[in-house]
């Protein structure tokens, strides 16, 4: 017993020594929120400079001529900076679109000042009814003691004059000087412009007109006038939060009458809605009457005709379920068939595609996380395998959908944290291959060759280890075959700090891997061989900020495949962009 007692006594403050150092470690983690006190002197100068430019963003919205800019307040008296405007540029034309590019880097050129670097920066957007510039610093480079630092600068502004609008996006490379201390008020003691697009339009792409058509369907205009912090304290939170924006949409004709018409999937204790277009223009909603106004949490939806009997039925994924809806011909749905998971993990993302060219369509259905959203953890974060398995299920007719996931092939790799997948023959042999996006790591490119599917993402360079969160295929550069479009996440703070000789002192392997993950969007063009090739840096499509679904589309009906990516998260009140 006294034996037993020792070890008791021995584990006992162990214990407490523990949870003193467990708490230790909280207090220090806290303290850690603001960038200034923690002791990576690379984020304090990249906070103390973007202070300084944010100020300077401020200033020129309020005063967009750059006259009333203090310039002692911002730069040093021996500052210096090139016009990137004065050297050539390349300029096309996209419809009512006029795009100019300049490139640098512009030497030597005759070096300003701030008041004539703003007039020319400024210049295009001076008689602009309302200006909205923003900065991002995505590089720190630390100088020797006392000589200051350099910073990597993204930066972008908009502005309408009438129907007409222009926008610029551009890169720098600011020099600065610390003063007393990297926290004090920096100044800029040189700008070396090296991009600049400006970008004009006529009139609008496209007209903002949701509120004049939803007017006409009912109470829908109500639920979704509101935003994801208005119903999160106002659901049960049986469901799952319903402000992580995993609802996906649908669109077509599904009662027959040539136009197309808009499934809307909605969080829990939310209705879905189906929108019905009228010939005037008009939108009915009526999912309620139509049968399909599911309350659960709803992700992934489409509407396919999957019994090729001429019109669109419904699938709908809810959580580990995939619900089935038969479609009269009138836009009415009756549930069919419920297809549910093994495990409890859900369903976020559908495909569908005659993989096995029998005539009818089958389904393959992502999972991102074993158990709800925020408790299952990827391990190890930048290539995890930890993930739910995800599901092909074969179209047998009247015997329903049979999963072959394993027996064609599609088990390899069949362990990450999915968030979506698309359908597209790669290699045009006639059958549709498979990719998938993954969050945390390796994405899959499943080759089919003739029903059966091998991964080949490693072999054809389109892995794209990062967060994958969306898949689009178009022939982007005109050649006959179709390219891919891969959305991920672009994190400033992420290519800021990876960078720096302290991080992860490791092998360099592991270190790209990590920088990686930061990069942003991926275009892989199709080389014809069974190969690709990213040109998303060339390309100019890596910043699309925390991209979502990324999709190609004509936007301006010149023939050739546009980019639109939503981006985001949680907003809030928090004004910064992600």
């Known amino acids: 017993m006294q034996s037993l007692t020792g070890i008791g ?19 220090d983690l806290v303290g850690r929120r603001d960038a200034t006190a923690d002791d990576w002197e690379s984020e304090r100068a990249s906070t ?16 967009r001529s750059g006259a009333g800019v203090e310039a002692g307040a911002f730069v040093t008296p021996d500052f210096e900076a090139a016009l990137i405007r004065g050297g050539e540029a390349r300029r096309e034309k996209h419809g009512t679109l006029r795009v100019e590019r300049w490139r640098g880097p512009v030497s030597d050129a005759a070096r300003v000042g701030l008041d004539r670097l703003l ?3 400024m210049e295009p957007v001076a ?11 995505v590089g720190v480079r630390m100088g020797e003691e006392g000589d200051g630092f350099e910073t990597d600068v ?16 551009g890169e720098w490379i600011v020099g600065w000087t610390n003063g007393e201390s990297v926290e004090a008020k920096p100044r800029m003691v040189r700008i070396d412009q090296r991009r600049l697009d400006l970008v004009r339009v006529a009139r609008p792409l496209f007209r903002e007109r949701t509120r004049a058509l939803l007017g006409t369907a009912g109470g829908a205009t109500d639920l979704l006038a509101e935003g994801c912090g208005f119903w999160r304290g106002r659901i049960d939170a049986l469901g799952e939060p319903n402000f992580w924006g ?8 599904v009662n027959g009458d040539g136009l197309e018409d808009l499934y809307v999937a909605t969080g829990t204790g939310l209705p879905n809605m189906l929108f019905i277009q009228g010939p005037d223009g008009s939108v009915t909603e009526r999912a309620e009457e139509a049968g399909c106004a599911w309350l659960d949490d709803t992700k992934g939806v489409l509407l396919i005709d999957h019994d090729n009997d001429g019109d669109r039925d419904l699938f709908c994924a809810l959580g580990p379920s995939i619900v089935l809806s038969t479609n009269d011909g009138k836009g009415n749905f009756t549930p069919a068939r419920r297809l549910r998971a093994a495990s409890k993990a859900g369903f976020y993302s559908l495909a569908a595609a005659d993989f096995d060219v029998d005539g009818d369509l089958d389904l393959y259905a992502v999972r991102y996380v074993k158990t709800t959203y925020g408790e299952s953890v990827p391990m190890p974060l930048h ?61 899959n490119l499943y080759r089919n060759d003739g029903g059966s599917f091998v991964d080949v993402a490693g072999e054809a360079a389109c892995e794209d280890q990062a967060a994958g969160m969306g898949v689009s295929w178009a022939d982007a550069d005109g050649d006959g075959d179709p390219d891919l479009l891969v959305s991920n996440m672009y994190s400033s703070a992420g290519r800021r700090i990876s960078y720096q000789p302290r991080f992860k002192r490791t092998d360099e392997g592991l270190r790209a891997e990590l920088r990686r993950h930061a990069l942003g969007n991926s275009l892989f063009l199709n080389r014809g061989d069974g190969t690709f090739e990213d040109v998303g840096t060339a390309a100019g499509v890596r910043m699309g900020r925390w991209a979502w679904g990324a999709l190609f589309s004509d936007l301006d009906g010149d023939g050739r495949p546009d980019m639109i990516v939503p981006n985001g998260f949680l907003t809030n009140s928090d004004s910064r962009d992600l």
Request: proline share 1%; glycine share 12%.
């Open 246 to 253: 995993h609802n996906g949409l649908a669109v077509g004709d």
């Open 154 to 169: 993204l930066f972008d502004a908009s502005g309408r004059v009438g129907e007409a609008a222009v926008a610029f996006t």
């Open 48 to 63: 103390a400079a973007m202070g300084r430019l944010k100020a300077l963003a401020d200033a020129l919205e309020a005063d």
């Open 383 to 443: 290539d995890a395998r930890n993930g739910p398995r995800n599901h092909l299920l074969r179209n047998d007719g009247e015997e329903g959908f049979i999963d072959v996931t394993d027996e064609v092939g599609l088990g390899e790799g069949n362990d990450r944290f999915s968030l979506a997948a698309s359908w597209c023959d790669f290699d045009l042999d006639g059958d549709p291959d498979l990719y998938v996006a993954n969050d945390f790591g390796r994405n």
């Open 127 to 137: 008689d602009a009814d309302e200006v909205h510039l923003h900065f991002k610093i």
């Open 9 to 27: 006594m021995v584990l006992l403050v162990a214990g407490a020594a523990l949870g003193q150092e467990r708490e230790a470690d909280v207090t």
């Open 119 to 121: 007039e020319e920066w």
